[in-house]
T-cell receptor
Framework: EDQVTQSPEALRLQEGESSSLNCSYTVSGLRGLFWYRQDPGKGPEFLFTLYSAGEEKEKERLKATLTKKESFLHITAPKPEDSATYLCAVLNGANSKLTFGKGITLSVRP | DAGVTQSPTHLIKTRGQQVTLRCSPKSGHDTVSWYQQALGQGPQFIFQYYEEEERQRGNFPDRFSGHQFPNYSSELNVNALLLGDSALYLC???????????FGPGTRLLVL
């Protein structure tokens, strides 16, 4: 069974304090790894898709990287508006099922 | 370009009742997936519809059923509601079964 584990569960940062969120996964036949941002009471907002180990993608203060067992979401000089829950998910290429982790709740203090 | 839309936004039902949730996919998308998200948890896959057929299913009982229409919109039906069915129900659409999924705002279901 596919599994996704995210750590830490919660992270509190000071504005401007860079950090990384971790996503460890096991999947038989990775089709893609996805990062989403979710604000309270709303649907997940797509951030990145990574397809193979060594791939990196950037968007504003966020950078996602992928290895064969993990993905990292690096946040550089975060702002309070980056506060949200960040979800990691893996897509199984054999059965097209998307499996999510529990998410990491990020809080950025001004 | 309209994104994924869902209706209703909120719903309150009592145990034993039945509920129908609706989803319109993002323009150009042909695949719809449904997820259940309990408070503090990640979304759990319920099932996926492509070409008007259920293609994949997660670990949910037969009380959960769905449908996809020729215009690619979809419905999620839940029968014999239980208290534990209270959750945020999310619809996601994609172009094909193995591409990036884009989510709607969700329907918050409360079962009393």
């Amino acid at each position: 069974e596919d599994q996704v584990t995210q750590s830490p569960e919660a992270l509190r940062l000071q504005e401007g304090e860079s950090s990384s969120l971790n996503c460890s996964y096991t999947v038989s036949g990775l089709r893609g790894l996805f990062w989403y941002r979710q604000d309270p009471g709303k649907g997940p907002e797509f951030l990145f898709t990574l397809y193979s180990a060594g791939e990196e993608k950037e968007k504003e203060r966020l950078k996602a990287t992928l290895t064969k067992k993990e993905s990292f979401l690096h946040i550089t000089a975060p702002k309070p508006e980056d506060s949200a829950t960040y979800l990691c998910a893996v897509l199984n290429g054999a059965n097209s099922k998307l499996t999510f982790g529990k998410g990491i709740t990020l809080s950025v203090r001004p | 370009d309209a994104g994924v839309t869902q209706s209703p936004t909120h719903l309150i039902k009592t145990r034993g009742q039945q509920v129908t949730l609706r989803c319109s996919p993002k323009s150009g998308h042909d695949t719809v997936s449904w997820y259940q998200q309990a408070l503090g948890q990640g979304p759990q896959f319920i099932f996926q519809y492509y070409e008007e057929e259920e293609r994949q299913r997660g670990n949910f009982p037969d009380r959960f059923s769905g449908h996809q229409f020729p215009n690619y919109s979809s419905e999620l039906n839940v029968n014999a509601l239980l208290l534990g069915d209270s959750a945020l129900y999310l619809c996601a659409s994609s172009l094909g079964q193995q591409e990036t999924q884009y989510f709607g705002p969700g329907t918050r279901l409360l079962v009393l």
